[in-house]
């Protein structure tokens, strides 16, 4: 029986795909401490502005496994001590299996911040464990001047767990904003608008 049930999970681990646009191993820019940030693909929200207009379509990208997604996260914790994850986009909420992902993240002792251009309490399902979501459109008329990575002033930041008490001091830590460009087979950059 426990067998059998070990196995169910290892078809699961497979069976389950994300549409994923990008990965950023390790960024001290898409919230506290250093994360692992993964920008999923497709996004139908199409705010005026939008940074990641790339991710908005609805088309497969890179089609990784639940397996592939926690192999990759359990390799940046060893070689870069990440304390959590992000989850950017495109929107996350489209991605319908994000609680199992989200419980594998808190099964290997990492926190989870998401972004979502739709309100929390309409997508609560599905950002289910999370320990702080982002929410709100990106409203190209009322920029955000004072928190770090929100984009306009619309945008909620709503804790949900203990996991990060002081949270918001680092949005506000607005003498610290950064952008990281990564250079590899691309150039990569993420954080905050250069303005
Ligand atoms: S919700 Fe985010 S990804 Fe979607 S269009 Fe708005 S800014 Fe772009």
Request: hydrophobic share 35%.
């Amino acid at each position: 029986m426990l067998r059998q049930l070990k196995m169910g999970w290892t078809l699961v681990l497979k069976m389950i795909k994300f549409n994923v646009a990008s990965i950023n191993c390790c960024t001290e820019t898409e919230g506290p401490n250093k994360r692992l940030t993964i920008w999923f693909q497709g996004c139908t929200i199409r705010c005026k502005g939008c940074c990641n207009p790339d991710y908005q379509p609805l088309k497969p990208r890179n089609i990784l496994s639940l397996e592939d997604l926690i192999k990759i996260i359990k390799v940046s914790q060893l070689n870069y001590n990440i304390e959590g994850v992000t989850y950017s986009g495109g929107e996350p909420t489209l991605q319908q299996n994000l609680p199992l992902l989200t419980a594998a993240i808190h099964k290997l002792g990492l926190g989870v911040i998401s972004f979502t251009g739709k309100k929390y309490e309409d997508v609560s399902d599905i950002l289910a464990g999370c320990d702080v979501v982002l929410d709100g459109k990106y409203i190209d008329s009322k920029r955000e001047n004072k928190r770090k990575i929100l984009g306009s002033i619309n945008q909620r930041i709503i804790v949900l767990s203990d996991r990060y008490p002081n949270c918001e001091d680092w949005f506000f830590n607005n003498e610290s904003k950064t952008v990281e460009i990564n250079v590899s087979d691309y150039i990569f950059a993420n954080g905050d608008a250069v303005l």
